[in-house]
Structures are given as structure tokens and as C-alpha cells.
């Protein structure tokens, strides 16, 4: 197990890497630098102060040596400036990370317990009215796109009925954690709905699967109550593919919070990545982009390992 | 029966969970861009220098009615009052002293005076081009700044300028320089600045509100300052909420989670406010105010096609501009003849004017030598299509509009436009830096009142390889008497001359027609029918640069 972690912990630091090296030359690539940006919003900038702002942001400086520079920086603990928050990547990045996580584990949370509950209760009786039902609002979760899904929430709660705030994090003056809570249902919602819908789909194709294994018919035949073949022999063996794609899932929500957290003005990580990208804040880009790198190749292992849990004859090598 | 049941339950949940209505001491306002830093002479951005417009005072800035005012100085410096001097300067050229005298009861947020030093400081810095300033009206016109008391300074410039009563905001002294000083040898004083590493330090703020709360990338909460001097402010709290995505923006404004919407170009488009009109047109106040923002076409004078005058008047007379603004814009923006708007006081109405006139666009191509084909397109002589490509910027689902409708105009007049649209970024950043257009390029411009047109119309301001492509004279323009022109008018201090130089420049550019003129963008607010006091300027000094008379009733 030990050598197992140490090996993959290893590969992931070398994918890093190549990760850095990718996203620098693509971001490098991108046409435009920000400064004829900012000169677009100040017609009066000469090209003496462009030139200046250029210098200051080492903007003037081929991009190979402005990587090498940027990793050295980072193998020190320096992740650097970000251009378009003027302060530091970290300071900047922190409350994003907090806020993210606060989305994505809630709703990454709630998709699982939604989604094993409603696979189940679909595989149990496949072509039954409950599995088509449980099927219909799992590919409208499927099908609807975040940003649609979102607006009808606002519509519903905050504009029509007026239950809930449609955007933001907090009230000023409030903030506290019912406040926050109150702010986190709309997004929360938009975000489990899309997931649960897809992680349904894959649990109940397991369990169908499963349910008809040879050893789920010996535990029937020998007279063990059905919840606990479900609960115990089923679900468990079921889960081992499952995990896959959530632990996959996992790190991709990143993409999916980013929609989310436009919609509701949360600033959180998938936004603050693709606003950086956008405005090539290149220290602050990479930083969010390999740290949702390294959630994916984390969660990967995770999975890795919740393996050999679930199923005793997976040994980890 | 149980339906009813169950939706009076969500009710009666909902009412205890639902948040109270806030009290008109709050004012929240919601904004789809958000500043990268508060430091007023760093990153030039539109949204940043409208947050603080609560909270730092330029000063100088032009009104609602265009006329040049003090804000934070007791008079506005001129030759009649004594202020302004003419002076000789060193190698025989003439250059101006000017006398700021601010007001004396100013005083940044912390309770520190306001003063000459303040102004002496700021000039300083941004003569430090490590720094990074660039500002609207550069500190770096004046080669010296005398401190004659706390409230006076004279500032010496090296040339005689239009400008010279016009300047930006001072910054605080006593809070920056041990700053600067600090920073001044590595260079990093654009990462050590408190107006990015603490942005509510009272002491960064002279204007009526002050910075209290600042959510990076989500919210600005400004509250008053207790040492403003002058008016008190309305309101107890003025929140910058910024949602980005323009359907939830306006869904918050209908919940009520934000009052209003800044017009300034930081919100809604002019279309979503039309639309939200028609929706609920009782529910807020709509205004539209016409702006310095010139919506037109540059034309590729490297394009053969295009060389030709005819040709180009011939594109202007066969543009319906106004049916244009009139279906897309309700007629909220009005058309453009040159790049002044009428609002302007250096407008010229004598500069050649264009308006639709299809027959005399086809009398003027067939003078060129252009006859319709079969398919309905001219061709000349030798067969050559006049077929032009046109471009802009992708995604603006307004723009595409209006290309849409342009083409049609266009092809009745037997002229083929080829939409070939790009990216903003690729648009902006290589397509049109390095002129690669070929044929017709359409986008807006921005400008402050009476800004020289140098950085477009001028020789010298013609991106090349040679300049690193710095400029934005993207058409090329190349005109002896624009040049002097351009140049007198950035030193004329006579008034009517002024005009005139200004006059002859619109038309020259009327007459030349290196662009097709569109229209002047609408600023187009959205606010809450208790607020009072709300004056839109349609130019760059925003509106809350007199925020302190905005109320609720």
C-alpha cells in the first residue's frame, strides 16, 4: 500500500508538471496581452506607459523565461501575484477554495445519497412506473444545462415566491451561518440536481447488473431478508465501478461549479480560473488550473483506494 | 385540495426563511464587471474608476452638462482668473504654471487634511514608471510641482496645454509614501499599494462614502465618510454587487436583492433595459443618455476597393443608420456623422452630414464603375466582384445585428459585405493592433470630454512593426493638415479658436470618410423609482462622482 501511494503520489507530481508546461504555452499562445486590454478602457494611454505596465508585469519577457521563472518561484512556496486582484495568488485563491468546497462537497454530498437511493429503488424493478419516473427526472437532470436549470431556480424562489436570495453569499451586516446557509441553497440545488442525474444512471446500471450475479441468487435462495442482500451484498460489489466515475466526477466539478457559480455570483474557484484566464493573469490561472489537477489525480486515488475496501480481492500493487 | 394544502405550508416556510425588505438607507447596486484593484491610477478600467467615484474625488471633472468643474479644489484654475500663467521656459518654448488651491476643510476618511502635499506626492509617483500609472489626464504633464501652502500648489508644465485645468484624483501621503518609499527600490509598488493589500483603510478615501467591506470578485460595501465636508451622503450603506451573468442580474433586480443597474457600461446592454422596459415599465425609472461612446466601421485604405471616395460614400449614403437605431435601439442612440458628439461643445453641424439616400449611393458607384451583375453585385470593367469582407467583434449578439442589417442595406445598393467575425481578444489584440482587416472593421471607441483624437486619427499614432504597434490609428489615416490640426488643438487656449480647429478636423474626417460613422452609444440605466438626485452624464466622469446628492424618498 505504502509503495503503492509513494508510486502514484510521484506520477501525479510528474503529470503536475507537464500540466504547468501545457497550460503556460497555451495561455502564452492566446492572442492580446492585458495591457492593450487596459488601453482599450483608456484611450488616452500612451505607448510609453504601455510599455512601462508591460515591464512591471514581465510582460516584455519571452515566455520560456517567464516559466522557468514562475517554477522556480513555485518549488520556493512562491505562487506569485495575481495582476488582476493586486495581491497575492494565495490570498486571492484561499477564499475561492473555501467557497468551492463548500459548493461542491454539499452538493457532491447530496448527488451520492440521492443518486444510491434513487439507482437502487430504479434497479429493483427495471421497466417498472417507479424506474421509468426515477429515469425521466434522472436525464432531465442529464439534459437541462446548468445555467437554464439556475435561472428557473432564481425565477421560482427568489423572483416569483421571494424565499430565497438569488445571489451572493451573504447579506452585509449579516453573514452569519444560517445567512450563508440561506445563500447556499439555490446554487447548491443547481448543482446537486446535474450531478445526481448522471451518478442514477450509472447506479442503477450497476446494481441491474449485480442484482443478477450468481452469488445475489445463492444469498436469495438460502432465505437472506432482500434488504440485506441489497444493502450488504449487492450495493457494495455495485459501488466498485460507481466510485470510478464519481471520484471522476469529483474533480470535474470544478467546471460544472463555474456555471453554477456565475449564475449565483459566487466567487469561487471555476470562476476565478476561467476570469484569469480570460484576463491572462497567467500565476493566477496556473495555480487554480493544477490545483484542479491535483484534486482529479487525489481523487483518482481515492478511488484507487476505496477499491480495497469495497472489494477485498482488489489488492493495491 | 392537498396542493393548495402543501403550497400554503411552502408559504407560511417560506415567509419565516424569506429575508426583510431592506430600508431605503441601502442602496445596492449591481454591476457585471468588478475592479482588479481600488488604486485609482493603476489598471485603467471602467468599472473601477465608477466604485470609486463614491469614494475618491478627482480634482477636476466634467458635469452633467459637459462643463469642466472643480470638486475638490475651491476654483477652477483659468487664464481670466488669474490662476493659469502663461511662462517662459527654458530653450525659448512658452509652458504654463498652474495654481490648484484645494478645498480647505477636506479631509481623507481617517481625519488627515487633504492637502498640497497630497497633490505634490501623487505627481511625484506617477513620474516613476515603475509604477505603472496611467491616468486619463497624466500627472506627468507637469515637470514641477511647488507646495506654496497646505491647501496650494503650482504646478509647472513644460508646454502650453487644452488640458491644463484638467486632473485626477490626489492621492493620501501619508498613507502611500511609506509605501512607496518602501517599495521605490525593488519597483513593487504596484503589489504593495493599501489600496490593494487593504482596501477599507479609511485613510485611502476622500470623497463622501468609504470603502468598508471588499469581497474580491463578489462585492464593495461603501459607507459614509464621517469627515466629508460637504453634502451629507443619502444613504447608510451603498453596496457594488457584482453578478456577471446579465440573466441573473436582471432576475435580482426583480427579486429586489439589487435596486438598481449602472449604466455606465458596467451592466445591462441597451437592448436587455429596452426589453426589461417593455416588461415592467412601471417598476423602475429607464434612462437613456446619449454617450462618448462612437460606434462606427473602419475601413482597410490598403483595400483597392476601398481607395476609391465614391465608394466609401457610397457604403455611408446606402447605411440606413437611423431606421437602424431605430429597430434595434428604439432610437435611443443617435446617429453619428464624425466621432463628436452633438453634446459636445466642439461639435461642428457644418461637417458633411450623410443620411440614407440609396439612389445617389448607385449613382456614385456607377461613376466609379461599378454596375450590377446578375446575381445583383457590382462588378467593374474587369469583372472584379465588389465584394467586401467585414468584420467585428463574435459573440456581441448586438453587433451581429447590426452587421446583419448593414448587409442588407448594402446588397440592395449592389455591395457584398463576407461577415467574418473573431473572438474579442484576437479582434482587439492581433486583427486589428497590426491592421490585418481587409475590409471593414466595426467596434466603439471611447473618449473623455474634448480628448484629442491623436491616438486615432494621428500620423503618428499608426501601429507599425516599426512602434511595436503601439497606437490606434487602426485606418491608417495619414493627413498633413489633420496632423496640425490635431497638434494645435491640444495648445490652443482660445476658446473660439478651439472651435474652429476642431470644426475644420470634423470636416476633414467627414469629407474623407476614413470610417463609417454609426452611432453614439446610450448609457441606459436602471434605478428604483425612490431614488433621487440621480444625474447619468453620459461621459466618463460618472454619475456617482456626485453621488452624495443621490437619495431616497
Redesign the interface.
Known amino acids: 500500500m505504502f509503495a503503492f501511494l509513494t508510486r502514484r503520489l510521484l506520477q501525479a507530481a510528474v503529470v503536475l508538471l507537464v500540466m504547468s508546461f501545457v497550460i503556460y504555452g497555451l495561455i502564452g499562445l492566446?492572442?492580446?496581452?492585458p495591457v492593450?486590454?487596459?488601453?482599450?478602457?483608456?484611450?488616452?494611454?500612451?505607448?510609453?506607459?504601455?510599455?512601462?505596465?508591460r515591464?512591471?508585469y514581465g510582460l516584455d519577457q519571452p515566455l520560456m523565461l517567464r516559466y522557468a521563472r514562475w517554477l522556480m518561484a513555485i518549488l520556493s512556496g512562491d505562487f506569485g501575484?495575481s495582476?488582476?486582484?493586486?495581491?497575492p495568488v494565495l490570498e486571492?485563491l484561499t477564499?475561492?477554495l473555501l467557497q468551492t468546497c463548500k459548493l461542491m462537497l454539499i452538493s457532491f454530498f447530496l448527488s451520492v445519497v440521492i443518486s444510491v437511493v434513487l439507482g437502487v429503488i430504479s434497479a429493483l424493478k427495471p421497466g417498472g412506473w417507479l424506474d421509468t419516473l426515477i429515469g425521466f427526472v434522472a436525464f432531465a437532470g442529464i439534459s437541462i444545462p446548468v445555467?437554464w436549470l439556475?435561472?428557473i431556480l432564481?425565477?421560482a424562489f427568489?423572483?416569483t415566491?421571494?424565499?430565497?436570495?438569488?445571489?451572493?453569499?451573504g447579506?452585509?451586516?449579516d453573514y452569519g451561518f444560517w445567512d450563508q446557509a440561506?445563500h447556499l441553497i439555490l446554487p447548491v440545488t443547481t448543482l446537486t440536481l446535474a450531478n445526481a442525474g448522471q451518478f442514477t444512471r450509472y447506479v442503477r446500471a450497476a446494481m441491474i447488473e449485480t442484482l443478477q450475479a450468481d452469488y445475489i441468487r445463492t444469498a436469495r435462495a438460502k432465505g437472506l431478508a432482500p434488504p440485506r442482500v441489497i444493502l450488504l451484498h449487492a450495493l457494495r460489489n455495485a459501488l466498485v465501478p460507481v466510485v470510478t466515475i464519481m471520484a471522476l466526477s469529483f474533480g470535474t466539478l470544478f467546471s460544472g461549479a463555474l456555471v453554477t457559480e456565475?449564475?449565483?455570483?459566487?466567487?469561487g474557484m471555476g470562476?476565478?480560473i476561467f476570469?484569469s484566464i480570460?484576463s491572462n493573469d497567467f500565476n493566477l490561472a496556473l495555480t487554480g488550473l493544477l490545483f484542479a489537477t491535483l484534486v482529479t489525480l487525489l481523487s483518482n486515488l481515492a478511488a484507487d483506494v476505496a477499491y480495497s475496501f469495497l472489494d477485498p480481492r482488489i489488492t493495491l500493487k | 385540495m392537498r396542493l393548495t394544502t402543501s403550497l400554503a405550508a411552502?408559504?407560511v416556510a417560506?415567509?419565516l426563511?424569506?429575508?426583510p425588505a431592506s430600508a431605503k438607507d441601502?442602496l445596492t447596486i449591481g454591476v457585471a464587471q468588478f475592479p482588479?484593484?481600488l488604486?485609482p491610477n493603476?489598471?485603467?478600467?471602467?468599472i473601477k474608476s465608477y466604485t470609486l467615484g463614491f469614494a475618491i474625488r478627482q480634482i477636476t471633472a466634467y458635469d452633467k452638462d459637459w462643463k469642466n468643474t472643480c470638486l475638490i479644489c475651491t476654483e477652477l484654475p483659468t487664464l481670466q482668473n488669474g490662476l493659469v500663467k502663461i511662462v517662459d521656459m527654458p530653450g525659448g518654448k512658452k509652458g504654463m504654471q498652474v495654481t490648484i488651491k484645494l478645498k480647505p476643510d477636506l479631509k481623507w476618511a481617517d481625519g488627515e487634511k487633504v492637502t498640497a502635499k497630497d497633490l505634490e506626492f501623487t505627481w511625484r509617483i506617477a513620474g516613476d514608471?515603475?509604477t505603472?500609472?496611467?491616468?486619463?489626464?497624466?500627472w506627468t504633464r507637469a515637470v514641477k510641482v511647488d507646495v506654496v501652502d497646505d491647501s496650494t500648489a503650482v504646478l509647472t508644465l513644460d508646454k502650453v496645454l487644452a488640458s491644463y485645468n484638467e486632473w485626477d484624483q490626489v492621492l493620501p501621503s501619508h498613507i502611500e509614501g511609506p509605501i512607496y518609499e518602501k517599495a521605490k527600490e525593488a519597483?513593487d509598488y504596484?503589489?504593495q499599494?493599501a489600496?490593494?493589500?487593504t482596501p477599507t483603510t479609511p485613510g485611502l478615501y476622500n470623497g463622501p462614502y468609504m470603502v468598508t467591506?471588499y469581497?474580491?470578485?463578489?462585492?464593495i460595501?461603501l459607507e459614509p465618510n464621517p469627515h466629508w465636508p460637504g453634502t451629507k451622503p443619502g444613504f447608510k450603506?451603498i453596496?457594488i454587487?457584482?453578478?456577471?451573468?446579465t440573466?441573473?442580474l436582471q432576475?435580482?433586480l426583480?427579486?429586489?436583492?439589487v435596486d438598481m443597474v449602472a449604466g455606465e457600461g458596467v451592466g445591462l446592454t441597451i437592448d436587455q433595459v429596452l426589453e426589461l422596459r417593455k416588461q415592467q415599465p412601471d417598476k423602475f425609472t429607464y434612462i437613456f443618455k446619449p454617450s462618448l461612446n462612437y460606434e462606427h466601421i473602419d475601413l482597410q485604405n490598403g483595400n483597392p476597393l476601398l481607395q476609391d471616395i465614391r465608394v466609401r460614400q457610397a457604403l455611408v449614403y446606402s447605411a440606413d443608420r437611423k431606421t437602424l437605431t431605430e429597430r434595434l435601439f428604439q432610437g435611443m442612440q443617435p446617429v453619428a456623422d464624425t466621432w463628436v458628439n452633438p453634446l459636445s461643445s466642439t461639435y461642428a453641424k457644418e461637417a458633411m452630414h450623410y443620411p440614407y439616400d440609396l439612389a445617389k449611393a448607385k449613382s456614385l458607384l456607377a461613376e466609379a464603375g461599378w454596375k450590377p451583375g446578375p446575381d445583383g453585385i457590382c462588378r467593374n470593367d474587369k469583372g472584379d466582384r465588389l465584394s467586401i469582407e467585414f468584420g467585428t467583434t463574435a459573440g456581441n449578439r448586438l453587433r451581429e445585428l447590426q452587421q446583419q442589417v448593414l448587409q442588407n442595406n448594402w446588397k440592395q445598393a449592389c455591395i457584398e459585405v463576407r461577415i467574418k467575425n473573431e473572438p474579442a481578444?484576437?479582434f482587439?489584440?492581433?486583427t486589428m493592433?497590426k491592421r490585418a482587416y481587409s475590409g471593414l472593421a466595426m467596434y466603439a471607441?471611447?473618449?473623455?470630454v474634448g480628448?484629442s483624437p491623436r491616438?486615432?486619427l494621428a500620423s503618428d499614432n499608426i501601429p507599425t512593426e516599426a512602434?511595436?504597434w503601439?497606437?490606434?490609428n487602426y485606418i491608417n489615416f495619414s493627413n498633413k493638415r489633420m496632423d496640425e490640426l490635431i497638434d494645435r488643438s491640444e495648445t490652443e487656449l482660445d476658446p473660439d479658436k478651439q472651435k474652429e480647429d476642431w470644426a475644420e478636423m470634423q470636416k476633414i474626417y467627414a469629407a474623407e470618410l476614413p470610417v463609417i460613422p454609426l452611432f453614439f452609444r446610450a448609457e441606459a440605466h436602471v434605478v428604483p423609482k425612490w431614488l433621487k438626485g440621480y444625474e447619468p452624464t453620459g461621459h466618463g466622469d460618472w454619475s456617482c462622482f456626485w453621488s452624495e446628492n443621490w437619495r431616497s424618498e
Not at chain 1, 161 to 169: D, Y
Not at chain 1, 262 to 267: D, K, L, R, S, V
Not at chain 2, 132 to 138: A, C, R, T
Open positions: 492566446m492572442p492580446g496581452d492593450d486590454i487596459m488601453a482599450a478602457s483608456m484611450p488616452g494611454m500612451t505607448p510609453e506607459v504601455m510599455k512601462n505596465l515591464a512591471i501575484f495582476r488582476t486582484h493586486s495581491r486571492v477564499p475561492a445555467f439556475a435561472l432564481i425565477i427568489a423572483v415566491l421571494q424565499w430565497l436570495p438569488a445571489s451572493g453569499m447579506k452585509v451586516g440561506r456565475t449564475m449565483f455570483a459566487q466567487m470562476k476565478m476570469d480570460l | 411552502f408559504a417560506g415567509s426563511i424569506a429575508s441601502q482588479s484593484s488604486h493603476i489598471d485603467a478600467e471602467v514608471p515603475k505603472g500609472f496611467s491616468n486619463g489626464h497624466p519597483g504596484i503589489k499599494t489600496y490593494a493589500r467591506g469581497q474580491s470578485g463578489a462585492q460595501v450603506r453596496i454587487k457584482l453578478i456577471e451573468n440573466a441573473a432576475a435580482n426583480l427579486s429586489g436583492d481578444r484576437t482587439f489584440g492581433e493592433k471607441w471611447s473618449s473623455n480628448a491616438r486615432t512602434n511595436g503601439g497606437g490606434a
